[in-house]
């Protein structure tokens, strides 16, 4: 290989990601689906490690109908270990709309002069010229007028249902949930994902769980395919809208 070819290709090879490699592997068929596998061997999957409270001992009932800690006499279905499965719900309705609307005028007038100065005012026009007037030696003014408008308005909506696994049960019992969905249509993939920590009293009886009730949630609803190869900047202009001044 010439040496002059080298530095094009690095250059060729630096801007191609993964991704890139990805997508032109899928060129002429619909992008694929990745295989249900555990979350917690994910590459981004990290324990968590959350405040805990002071452990309380509790007392040995061994001869009660009723066990301390249980929520009923029969066996609770909702999650509560490793592995259990959990509907997570988001529900997200976001609405903002801001106006603002400023109006500024200022108008100022300075005059100075020395009609009398110890006799000496007569002697300004021989020095400033004839047009010098020692009563209004010097005037100013100055106005300035500003108005401006502006507006903020922003709807969001997302509805999404999908079942997530219990990856780990903190010493309080608070529990580490991850949600993981794919839905292809024709040649567009959408990835849901939500993963947060729940604790067990905000499960609902259906064993639901709202997402507003998630501590440390992290809900990402996006996809890669035709569609959003579309919508995307190309890695020149990226580049060129990072490294341009203007």
Known sequence: MKPFLLPPLLLLLNLTDCSAIQRLSEIGRAPAMTPTADPTLDPSWRRVSMPLPPAIPLPDESASLWHTGSRAFFKDQRASKVGDLITVVVNVADQALLNNNTTAQRKAADGMGMPNFFGLEGQIPKM??????????????SANSNVATGQIQRNESIN??????????????????????????????????????????????????????????????G????????????????????????
């Open 128 to 141: 400033l010229g004839a047009a010098a007037n020692a009563g209004s030696l010097v005037s100013t003014n």
């Open 160 to 221: 999404l249902r999908l079942a997530g696994v219990v990856t780990q049960v903190l010493p309080n019992g608070n529990m580490v949930v991850a949600a993981r969905q794919e839905i292809r249509v024709n040649a567009e993939l959408r990835e849901l994902r939500v993963s947060g920590v729940v604790q067990p009293a905000d499960i609902a009886s259906d064993n639901t769980i709202s997402h507003d009730r998630m501590a440390e949630a992290r809900i990402s609803y």
């Open 223 to 246: 996809g890669r395919g035709t569609l959003t190869d579309l919508q995307n900047s190309r890695y020149g202009q990226q580049i060129m809208d990072i490294v341009l001044p203007f």
